[in-house]
């Protein structure tokens, strides 16, 4: 996922890039993406972090 370029990009290159979110976590000031690219296994989801529209990072298979 961080080979997709996407850390220091902006949020409106996420779905662009991964696709459409399968859940999207809004805060004052951040949003999580959520994906789940195989919802039959547990800890298979990835997530996009972002602060004040600008991506900080990405976690794979978390749980």
């Excluded at 961080?2 to 004052?28: C, F, M, Q, R, W």
């Excluded at 529209?53 to 298979?61: D, L, P, Q, R, S």
């Amino acid at each position: 996922m961080e080979h997709a370029g996407l850390i220091g990009k902006s949020i409106d290159e996420v779905e662009a890039v991964l696709g459409t979110a399968d859940n999207i976590t809004l805060n004052p000031s951040s949003q999580t993406f959520e994906y789940y690219p195989y919802p039959y296994l547990p800890f298979s989801k990835v997530q996009v972090f972002s602060s004040r529209g600008v991506v900080t990072g990405v976690e794979m298979f978390d749980d």
